[in-house]
């Protein structure tokens, strides 16, 4: 069985989610979730300078991350396990400015997720999980920023239902103390 790259393009305009190549045989399965020339094709430039991993428990959330300056655009997959992936737009010439979309991410459903410059990114843990980032640009510590996963202007409707409730949410001291939708607008 072959299935070849979908790109599908979100509501958010210049995100999309990926159905990348996938073959299989007697010996088991061949995934490729980057081809420059693919990618291209479907309007997405996207130059690989930085790969990394998460590995992450049972009801981690991972709040809406993102970089001052130092735009990082991200390729993300869910390797091993299950998340509920979140990306906000956080454009502010945008007609979606502030507005956000939910994915289901798997290792079953393959899928992944290209998130462009000036978006945040977040996901909650539905089970023991590994999530592989593709970005654009290097990591920036001293541009490191975030938005709050609960923050009542973006209104993110989590799935706390699927960790057994918001009780087993498992939260970073850092992404406790991020800021407020209304403050990342009045710092622009």
């Known amino acids: 069985m072959i299935e070849k790259f979908k790109f599908e393009e979100s509501e958010l305009k ?4 990926i159905q990348p190549f996938y073959a299989t045989d007697e010996r088991g399965g061949f ?3 980057y081809n420059v020339e693919e990618f291209r094709k ?8 930085e790969v990394f991993y998460t590995i992450s428990h049972k009801g981690v959330i991972r709040a809406i991350h993102f970089q001052l300056g130092h735009q990082q655009a991200k390729l993300v997959r869910c390797v091993k396990g ?3 992936d979140v990306i906000v737009d956080l454009r502010p010439d945008s007609p979606t400015f502030g507005q956000w979309r939910g994915y289901d991410l798997s290792e079953e459903n393959r899928r992944e997720l290209y998130v462009p410059q000036y978006f945040g990114h977040g996901y ?7 999530v592989s980032y593709k970005c654009g640009e290097v990591f920036y510590g001293e541009g490191d920023s975030g938005i709050m996963y609960n923050d009542p202007d973006i209104n993110i409707e989590w799935p706390f239902d699927k960790i057994g409730g918001i009780e087993n949410l498992i939260i970073s001291e850092k992404d406790k103390n991020l800021m407020s939708f209304k403050r990342y607008k009045e710092i622009l």
């Open 31 to 33: 995934i490729k979730d």
């Open 42 to 49: 479907n309007g997405i430039e996207h130059e690989l300078k």
């Open 82 to 84: 299950h998340v509920y």
């Open 14 to 17: 210049g995100a999309y989610v």
């Open 124 to 130: 909650l843990v539905f089970e023991e999980s590994i």
